[in-house]
């Protein structure tokens, strides 16, 4: 009698912003600590998580259900919501920059690790971290660029893995 595997997840990450890339990282690295198999395609945008140097931003346009609080200054300062209208954020020279600035300083100023620091944990933890192969060569990625303890390959190497997977997740 063989012993029974252990639950799988698959996931395929496609975005590259900071609050997309927290997703993959998190489900990926609590599923391995619940003793899962973690296999996560990064595919598209979400191929530059695997990337040395992660320079992933806030893109407040393209979510205009994000609230806005104040990571800085007095309490009551932090606890109001400020919606930016799309009008505004798209046309304030760096508010990109400064979102993303503050939404790390409100996820330090919370204990909520970094997306280096989930990434490092799912390294650790066995987790399977697959580069698509045809993103890299699109956008002009080398080997060189990404992270040890990955490996690339194509659609069909992740759909092996996937296509027994108790759990599948698009992000």
Known sequence: ?????????????????????YPPFLLASTAAAMDMEVGVFFTFYGLTLLN???????????????????????????????????????????????????????FAKKGVASIEELREICVEMGVRLIGCQMTMDVFGFETKDF???IELGGAATFLEFAADSDISLFI
């Open 52 to 106: 040395k140097k992660i320079e992933a931003k806030v893109a407040p346009q393209t979510n205009p259900a994000m609230p806005m609080k104040m990571p800085v200054g007095p309490e009551g300062f932090q606890s109001i919501s400020w919606p930016i209208p799309n009008i505004l954020a798209n046309n304030i020279p760096g508010y990109e920059t400064m979102a993303t600035s503050f939404m790390k300083k409100t």
């Open 147 to 149: 992270i040890d303890g």
């Open 1 to 21: 009698m063989s012993e029974p595997r252990p639950k799988r997840l698959a996931i395929i990450a496609s975005q590259g912003t900071l609050d997309w890339a």
